[in-house]
């Protein structure tokens, strides 16, 4: 297990999640401000960069700069024009049965959108959900399904592979990405236990033996995962391997490399994942830390 030193780069939010580095900063969200913000390497020239009253989820950017970010509680996908105005990409509603949450957006300006499935802050069965590729004009196409809560994604280097967290499915899973972009048939990239046995969410948990949220990939290939319910991000090789271990102390929810040389590790991180607990606190935090190996893929 690695003993390095956290640092706290950001302190006093409700639950940030989706940490992207981008043009020198680190771009995160902040579900219970309803905000988008970016914020120093060091911790300084904190700002507000845009307000989502939905609660904001997954970001991204088109190959022309314009940012993408997930607007939740009313199902789309927002953009933000090159003279600030804020539109919608693409409505997703007709095509998600919870809350889309992370995503990734590749090269070409596809945006892989993972949704929760059902409603997880209600107490509803568990249920599984679809994978959406949203095109760069817009476009809405379901490409995979039978996933459990799909969510942090990257995308390799070469824009040939789609790799998926599900959250509570003990899993790791890739698809490997058609010219068309169309997915091949879902494989395991890593597995860390059994697929849920019954609909009820607290089973599920129980089952969890790592509970993979959001995701960065290293230049080695290995991914790193913040593992919801173990306190912890785990640097994972394909096959499952867990090659390197980071204790938090506290809730670890999505993690991204970047950083000026690009092999710093930020960490989202909160108490728990409880929307009432966390709108009312301002308890949530990212941390970085250094590693050994560097950023690649997407995001």
Known sequence: MSTPQLRTVVSDMSFTECPRWHDGRLWFVDFYTHAVYSVAEDGSDLRAELEVPAQPSGLGWLPDGRLLVVSMKDRAILRVEDDGSVVVHADVSEHVTGHPNDMVVDDKGRAWLGNFGFDLMAGADLDTASLLRIDADGTVTSVASGLHFPNGSVVT?????????????????????GADGSLGERRDWARFGDQPSSPSLADALGMSVVAPDGCGL????????????????????EGGEIVDEIAVGTGAYACMLGGTAGNTLFISCAPDFDEHARSAAREATIRAIPVAVGHAGRP
């Open 157 to 177: 280097p070469d824009g040939t592979t789609l790799i998926v967290d599900e959250t509570f499915g003990n899993r790791i899973s890739a698809f490997t990405i």
């Open 218 to 237: 290293d230049a080695q290939g290995c991914l790193w995962v913040a593992d919801a319910v173990g306190n912890r991000v785990i640097r994972v090789r």
